[in-house]
Nanobody, 128 residues
Framework: QVQLVESGGGVVQTGGSLRLSCAAS????????MAWFRQAPGKDRDFVAT????????YYADSVKGRFTISRDNAKNTIYLQMNSLKPEDTAVYYC?????????????????????WGQGTQVTVSS
C-alpha cells in the first residue's frame, strides 16, 4: 500500500514561487500515474496537473498552464509541483494523488475518480 506525504506549502506574495513535494512510501510509484489536485475553501477538489508513470507526458488545467510544472523523480519515489507566477486564486490545499490500479498504463488521468490514493494535503496561500 502506498502512502503519500506532501510538503512545501506556505505563504507567498503574488508573483512568487513555491515547489511542492510529494514523497511516497510503502511501495514504488514508478509504475503509477500521479497527479496534483487542489481545493479552495467551500469549493470542489479540482485537477491541477498529472504525469504518466514515466514522466514522459504531462497535462495541466488551463488555469495553471504555463505557470506550473509537474515532475517526478522515480529514484526518490517523489513527485513535485513547481509553481511560478502565483496568483491569489491559486490559494488552496494542494493534494498529491496516485492511480495504483486500473486503467491503461501510459495514459493521462485527470479526474478525482481516477485516483485511489491521496495525501493529507499542504496549504498554499498567495497574498495580494
Amino acid at each position: 500500500q502506498v502512502q503519500l506525504v506532501e510538503s512545501g506549502g506556505g505563504v507567498v506574495q503574488t508573483g512568487g514561487s513555491l515547489r511542492l513535494s510529494c514523497a511516497a512510501s510503502g511501495r514504488t510509484v514508478s509504475g503509477y500515474a500521479m497527479a496534483w489536485f487542489r481545493q479552495a475553501p467551500g469549493k470542489d477538489r479540482d485537477f491541477v496537473a498529472t504525469s504518466t508513470y514515466s514522466g514522459g507526458s504531462t497535462y495541466y488545467a488551463d488555469s495553471v498552464k504555463g505557470r506550473f510544472t509537474i515532475s517526478r523523480d522515480n529514484a526518490k519515489n517523489t513527485i513535485y509541483l513547481q509553481m511560478n507566477s502565483l496568483k491569489p486564486e491559486d490559494t488552496a490545499v494542494y493534494y498529491c494523488a496516485a492511480k495504483t490500479s486500473g486503467g491503461i498504463r501510459g495514459l493521462l488521468w485527470y479526474t478525482k475518480m481516477d485516483y485511489d490514493t491521496w495525501g493529507q494535503g499542504t496549504q498554499v496561500t498567495v497574498s495580494s
